[in-house]
């Protein structure tokens, strides 16, 4: 026989299906129908490319499900990792990354790739090293402004949270990759902000960036002819313009209801990168505005639950975590966006889930990871079961267990 206490024992449930009757379950389904149908669009936007320059219309699709594979493990296992835990390790994560960004720096010039040193080629997959920054930004200002609490409004706290992703910002300029610096910059800044630091002092450094960006643009010169052409200035139109007239020929000849799935005609060498930096513009011509609307409801819809993890997490490190990871997400979609429909400048920022790409697809898949994480320790309640219970005097009134 039983005794009472061993019968509660068996019948309160185990941490972790505790946890996973909290999981967002949206978050979930949202991302592993992103990752299947990410690789569809891999092969349907790279085939042309692949068979053109490697022999096989599978090259590109065989090394993405490689790293969708990849992914799909790190996916599983930060999932089920205590994001605390990971919380304690990023600032080796960050000591890591900013050691890579120093080495990759230190390659010969025969390592670079369109004479930018982004990459260390490990042979089945080239590791960027900026994905790997970019996630331990986020882990690491996450842990420090939760360990700070409110001594972040000290302007000299501040600056010693600051150092960290102004060394990596800076780094990564120097590769060059002057837009995944801004993006990572913004990051930090937008989790200094959600710490609590002071809009005044966060201010300082965006106003020393401004001068800093001119003079970058100002003096390099495919920085400069790529604005200037993006402001229609000195006649660069024709060249430096043509993949974003290009990417908008895509997006109208798609319609409505597109053209078909892998019948797309800009990918036939219209249109360069057309299966990593404008994927959007074929995914436009191929599904049409209403594939596009659909993607777009998607991601929205992973923005949304991503807030509401931030929201509903147990502490402050979680919901800083939540916040940079849903940001960066946003910020990644609207900024690939809007560059295939011509609103800024070519940056080369990946579409996520979409783009071709090893790290950048493994490091999402990550951070989706810990979200859900997050999520299953939410401090959100279910709503308890109401039941009748009778007073001495014969009433009913309504209580919760």
Known sequence: MFSNGMYKACRREPLMIQRLGKMDYG?????????GFGIVFVYSSSFAVAEHHFGGADFFLTRQLVRALLGLISFVVFMNVDYHQIGKLSPIALMIATAMLVYVLA?????????????IDLGFVRFQVSELARIAIILALARQCDEV???????????????????????IVVEPDFSTAVLVGLLGLSILFMAGAKITHLALPVLCFIPLAAISVAT???????????????????????????????LGNGGVFGVGLGEGAQKYFYLPEPHTDFVFAILGEETGFAGLAIVLAVFA???????????????KMGRLMAFGFTFALALYVL????????????????????????MSLIFTMTSMGILLNISSQSTRQQPTPRTTVRRRTGHKRTARR
Request: net charge positive; glycine share 12%; aromatic share 8%.
């Open 27 to 35: 978050i979930l389904i949202a991302t592993l129908v992103m990752l």
């Open 335 to 358: 900024l690939h966006t809007s560059v295939n429909t011509g609103l800024v400048p070519t940056t080369g920022v990946p579409l996520p889930f979409l783009s071709y790409g090893g």
């Open 149 to 171: 609490g409110e001594e972040i409004r000290d302007g000299k706290v501040l600056l010693r949270l600051l150092a960290k992703p102004a060394v990596v910002c800076a780094l």
């Open 301 to 315: 819809f992973m923005v949304y639950r991503g807030a509401h993890i931030a929201v509903s997490a147990p502490d």
């Open 107 to 119: 390659l010969p010039e025969s390592g670079a790739v369109n004479g930018a040193k982004r990459w």
């Open 220 to 250: 390099t010169p495919y920085r400069l002819r790529r604005l200037m052409g993006f402001l229609n200035f000195g006649g660069h139109k024709s060249d430096v313009n043509y993949q974003v007239n290009q990417a908008l020929i895509g």
